[in-house]
C-alpha cells in the first residue's frame, strides 16, 4: 500500500495536479477564443465543446508538465523549488513518465478528433511547441516569450472550433494573450531567479531584472492594449467592456502590490492572475 501510494503522490506531483491553477491558466485562452467565436458568428455556446477544451486543457498541461520534467530533471534537482520533483529527486522512473506520458497524449488525441480538420491539425502542431519550449531556456533569455506561443495555443483551436476558419480577431486575442503570458511568468521567473544565475538557466526575469516593474508593467499595458482593439472588432456591448475595465483595474491592482524580491508575492501574482482572466472571459460571456 506505501509503494501505490507513494506512486501516485509521484504521479499527482509530475502531472501538477495538485497545482490548478497551471491548467486553468491554460484553460482560459482556450474561453478566449470559445466565447469570442461564438459572438464573432453569432452563435450559442455549445457545453460540449467547453467541456472538451477543459479535459483537454487539464491533459495537456500534463502532458507539457512530463515533458519538462523529463528534460530538465538534471536542472530541477539544483534548483530549491524544484528538486523534490519525482524525476528530479530520481523516485520515479524516466520509463513511468514516458508511459503516462503517451497514455495522456493518446487520450488528448482522442478527444482532438471531436472537431473539424483545421483545429485537428492546429491543435497536433501544438505538440511541436511543447517539445521545443524546455529547451528554450537553454538558448535565449526569452523562454516566457516561447511560453507564451505555446500556452495561449488554445486561443486559436477554440477559435477554430467554432469558426473553421482563421480571422484577424483570433490572431489579435492571440498575440495579446503572448504578451500577458510574459508578464506573469516572468514574476514567475523571480522565484527561482537565484538558483536560475547559479546554472546558468536564462529568462525574462533575469534579462529585466534591474527594470523588472516596467517591464511588466509593459507587457499588461499591451496585453489590454490588443485585447481592447479585438474585441472592439468583434462588437462587445457596453456592460461587457464595463467589466472588461474591472480585468483592467484589477490586473493594474496586482502589479502595484507585486514586491518581485518577495517570492511569496511573485508566487501570489501569479495565481491572482487566473482572476484576471476570469473577468476577461465573463465581459465575453456577457456578450454571447
Known sequence: MNTIKKKALNYISITRLDKPTGWILLFIPCIYGIFAASIHTNQKLNPNIIILFLIG????????????????????????????????????AIYE????????????????????????????SSILLIMLYPFMKRITYWPQLFLGFTFNWGVIIGWTAITNSIDIEMILIYISSVFWT????????????????????????????????????????????????????IGLNLISIFVFLGAILFALYLVKKLDIT??????????????????????????I
Do not use: H
Request: net charge positive.
Open 57 to 92: 486543457a487539464i491533459l495537456m498541461r500534463s502532458v507539457g508538465c512530463i515533458f519538462n520534467d523529463i528534460i530538465d530533471r538534471k536542472i530541477d534537482a539544483k534548483v530549491e523549488r524544484t528538486k523534490n520533483r519525482p524525476l528530479a529527486n530520481k523516485t520515479m
Open 97 to 124: 513518465a514516458i508511459a503516462l506520458l503517451t497514455i495522456l497524449l493518446f487520450i488528448s488525441f482522442l478527444i482532438l478528433l471531436s472537431f473539424n480538420l483545421l483545429t485537428i491539425y492546429l491543435g497536433i
Open 182 to 233: 510574459l508578464g506573469y511568468d516572468t514574476v514567475y521567473g523571480y522565484q527561482d531567479i537565484n538558483d536560475d544565475k547559479k546554472i546558468g538557466v536564462k529568462s525574462t526575469s533575469i534579462l529585466f531584472e534591474k527594470n523588472s516593474k516596467n517591464i511588466i508593467w509593459s507587457f499588461y499595458g499591451l496585453n489590454f492594449l490588443i485585447m481592447l482593439i479585438s474585441l472592439s472588432l
Open 262 to 287: 518577495d517570492k511569496n508575492s511573485c508566487a501570489l501574482f501569479f495565481s491572482m492572475n487566473k482572476y484576471v482572466g476570469f473577468l476577461v472571459c465573463t465581459s465575453l460571456l456577457i456578450s
